[in-house]
């Protein structure tokens, strides 16, 4: 009986303003095993032949007193910022407002460790968004983000797209620093990719 392939642990947060989708982009991502009872989920994927077990937190509602607890960004490897395509005066135009959330509470994030995806909820399709794929294309590029997508979660459009496109970043930057670790020639298990790493082997 073969190995079985060890399990990478990856944390990923979503974040944006209350309404905009974020809870129902996760339970279609979770499909028959998001958890009711817990704003943090866990699904089990493989990409190119690793298992991960991805976590995902969700803010359940707390941005609307502003009361995220710093504790939600600790070990979390990845964000996704998720705002409303046909809201351009409040939802996307706040996105900077989560940033710096993230500058603050994330130790890696201001150094440029930790991938952000955009994410543009409430797409139709064949009817233009009110904002701009022009002024979201300057946003990311502005703020060195990973890159941006449009769903739709009424429609089931990219849904899984998003989270597997932050989860395979996270794994190249993995791949990268092991890398650069071989060839500097260090087996240091204590020097991880960011401080505070929720990318762990089991």
């Not at 399990?7 to 905009?20: F, K, M, N, S, T």
């Not at 710093?70 to 046909?86: E, L």
């Amino acid at each position: 009986m073969g190995m079985q392939p060890l399990e990478l642990r990856i944390q990923v947060a979503l974040l944006g303003d209350l309404g905009v989708g974020k809870t129902t982009l996760l339970k279609k991502f979770m499909n028959e095993d998001y958890k009711h009872t817990s704003d943090i989920q866990e699904k089990v994927i493989m990409r190119n032949g690793q298992k991960v077990r991805l976590i995902i937190r969700d803010t359940a509602g707390l941005e609307k007193h502003n009361s995220i607890p710093q504790s939600y960004y600790k070990g979390v490897k990845g964000f996704i910022f998720v705002y409303d395509v046909n809201n351009a005066n409040n939802s996307f135009t706040n996105l900077p407002k989560w940033n710096d959330e993230c500058n603050r509470y994330c130790s890696d994030f201001e150094e440029g460790n930790i991938p952000v995806l955009i994410v543009g909820n409430k797409h139709q399709k064949h009817v233009e968004d009110e904002v701009r794929t022009e002024r979201v294309r300057h946003f990311v590029e502005e703020h060195e983000f990973l890159d941006f997508i449009t769903v739709s979660t009424a429609n089931n459009t990219n849904i899984d797209e998003c989270f597997l496109r932050i989860v395979d970043e996270i794994i190249r930057s993995i791949e990268t620093f092991e890398n650069h670790l071989s060839n500097i020639g260090t087996t240091d298990s204590n020097l991880e990719p960011g401080r505070n790493s929720c990318c762990t082997l089991n």
